[in-house]
């Protein structure tokens, strides 16, 4: 199972079925994935459209491990949700891209990459494309080296984590904050966010997460919270939370 971007639903466990693994109706075999008919498939009458049949075949006819991402987005287009999840002070992990999938968009086709930008699977979620923290209440953050300067600043922190206080003076203004509770595990745990815009850029966020067991949680003690990576964030605006 990929791992999943957590941060669009501020949710865990998420109900998704693997493509690979997944047994099609036989309605759904009826189509046959083409790239213009992927993108055709948006523009159906009377706005029900729907492409879920058309992400399970594009998954059998092209296999995704090892694929270049290049290869996917020219065979896709570019996707409604993409995301570089980074450690702090170190490099890339891994990378998500997001596809809506029908006009209620109650599903997605979410591919996951790994650090090098190959494929390593997909999976048509239950969860449509939405990104529910990002928006234009959330505080802006310069571009320009912000990159570089979580990279290179935080190198000390690499592979234990910063303090929520230090990287909100890394980035150099606090973010939007918010937290969530599940249970998990016999146990209830707080799942914190922090988020930014980046400045200049009209789709682009920057958000960090983490959680922490709840009996051990304050809601005062928010910048003490540990974050051990943060993602950059792009989202179009046929996937944002509305």
Same mark, same amino acid.
């Given at each position: ?80 949700? /993409? ?14 891209? +997001?596809?809506?999938?029908? /006009? ?5 086709? /979410? ?15 239950? +969860? ?50 918010? +937290? ?63």
């Amino acid at each position: 199972m990929p791992r999943r971007r957590s941060h669009c639903c501020l949710v865990l466990v998420l109900a998704s079925i693997a493509i690979s693994g997944a047994t099609a109706r036989a309605d759904e075999l009826s189509g046959e994935f083409s790239p213009e008919a992927w993108q055709k498939a948006v523009q159906a009458s009377a706005g029900d459209w729907s492409r879920e049949a058309l992400a399970r075949q594009f998954d059998r006819a092209y296999p995704l491990a090892g694929r270049e991402r290049d290869q996917v987005v020219g065979l896709l287009g570019a996707p409604g949700y /993409a995301s570089e999840t980074f450690g702090i002070g170190s490099g890339l992990r891994y990378r998500f891209d +997001v596809y809506r999938l029908s /006009a209620k968009n109650d599903a997605s086709y /979410a591919i996951e990459y790994d650090a090098q930008g190959k494929g390593i699977r997909g999976l048509i979620d239950t +969860v449509g494309c939405a990104c529910p923290p990002c928006g234009d209440e959330a505080p802006a953050a310069p571009v320009d080296g912000l990159r570089s300067g979580l990279q290179t600043q935080g190198a000390a922190e690499a592979g234990t984590g910063i303090k929520i206080a230090r990287l909100e003076s890394l980035v150099g203004r606090p973010g939007k904050r918010s +937290v969530n509770t599940n249970a998990a595990g016999g146990q209830a745990w707080v799942h914190y966010t922090e988020v930014w815009r980046l400045a200049g850029e009209a789709h682009g966020f920057l958000i960090a997460e983490g959680a922490r067991v709840a009996r051990d949680w304050s809601a005062d003690a928010f910048a003490e919270a540990m974050v051990e990576s943060y993602s950059i964030v792009t989202m179009m605006p046929d996937c944002l939370a509305r």
